[in-house]
């Protein structure tokens, strides 16, 4: 069966984990301009790679001519959604949330232009508790709702979980309602977490309203390794210049392991299918272009053209032409990370010694690495502030190509 163009390419790019009813879905899709949304919390003041895949999402809806929608949680925010969870999250006033909404709204911006924004406390905060109990709750069995993930993990964890918390599916549910009601909205999307608190909405609109809604969840992102998506030795990866320079962006994206590059492009870039399947399949020098192409597309959705050309540009100005020196320009790192332990691997990459995961360990194998001139042959050694003399750490990759890292 072919898909409407949407779905075909969601599913091309990897984007699709779980659907209520795909043949209903694309029918829906084929008949007309469909709304789509996806919500954020307000937790943070900005949001990271992490929610990276629902946005690219959001912005396939919109290039195949459908009308994406972005609900901002003024109202969930102040509840917490327990899903994937195993404690409560820090309770924030009106005002943290006010302001945490208005910064992800910027962040949002570039890459959703034209969708529709729109925030769940402009109706649940009038609601009447006993109202809506009135209304909604005989909609909601609690044996089923016990059954969802976001419930289940953290019963079976024995994770205290509050009947605060509890309600987030209800209100969940109430704003998938809100928005059929008001903008005909008939899709929501989200993370894989996200299956119970979907599948309710879409089962309260039907009862309530006699409406056919549909869910479309996306994987869990890891790397090939098995690490969370976005999660660095420095911790998140954010999406605004105020929390992560476009530069340290651009460097997240060019250091990603190798056997990540094809799929990485396929969800975080808007390059042609046909062009990603010549660069996935690129090794040795290619692959580093292939790395750069998705460091420099990635990086520019987020921050713009001009801010990516320029990091592309600093990194080839720092790592590239200095290549020829026996010694390179040193490097700094934070003391806490070197406290720590950095893994050789890491700081080979970083250092510009070697220019991808693979060839660091590669080098490591080939007995080429070295420490204060003292071979290595471990690929999971740490580098701790033990090794520093005078204040620095002598990195080697083979005879002549040489950098010290200080700490700052």
Known sequence: MTLSPFLTEAVA????????????????????????????????????????????????????GHDPVVILGGGTT??????????ARRMLNDAEIQRNCEEIRKVLAPFLSGARFVNNADW???????????????????????????????????????????????????????????????????????WGNIVSGIDLARRTDGATLFGLTTPLITTSSGAKMGKTAKGAVWLTAGRLSAYEYWQFWRNVEDADVGRFL?????????????????????????????????????????????????????FEQGAAADTLPGITVPEAELAAGLTLVSLLVTSGLCASNGEARR??????????????????????????????????????????????
């Open 363 to 408: 080098l490591i194998r080939g007995g080429g690495a070295r420490v204060n001139d003292v071979a290595v042959a471990d690929e999971a050694h740490r580098v701790t502030l033990a090794a520093l003399r005078e204040g620095a750490v002598k990195l080697s990759a083979g005879k002549k190509q040489h950098r010290l890292v200080r700490i700052g």
């Open 266 to 318: 396929r969800l975080f870039t808007e390059l042609p299918l046909e062009e990603i399947a010549v660069l996935e399949r690129a090794e040795g020098a290619a692959l580093n272009a292939a790395k750069k192409r998705l460091a420099t597309a990635a990086t520019a959705l987020a921050h713009g053209e001009a801010a990516a050309l320029a990091a592309e540009e600093t990194a080839r100005r720092t």
């Open 78 to 87: 102040r509840i917490g959604d327990p899903s994937g969870k195993d404690e």
């Open 124 to 194: 649940l905060d009038g609601l009447l508790y006993i109202d809506m109990l009135r209304e909604v709750g005989p909609h909601f069995s609690i044996n089923r709702m016990l059954t969802f993930d976001s419930v289940k993990l953290r019963l079976e964890r024995e994770q205290p979980l509050s009947f605060l918390e509890f309600n987030y599916m209800i209100l969940q549910s109430y704003d998938f309602r809100e928005l059929y009601r008001r903008h005909g909205v008939r899709l929501q999307m989200g993370g894989s977490d996200q």
């Open 13 to 64: 790019r990897g984007f699709i984990a779980q659907c209520t009813d795909l043949d209903g879905l694309d029918a829906a899709l084929r008949a007309g301009r469909l709304g789509g949304y996806i919500g954020f919390d307000a937790t943070a003041d900005s949001l990271h790679v992490g929610s990276l895949v629902q946005i690219m999402l959001l912005r396939l809806l919109a290039r195949h």
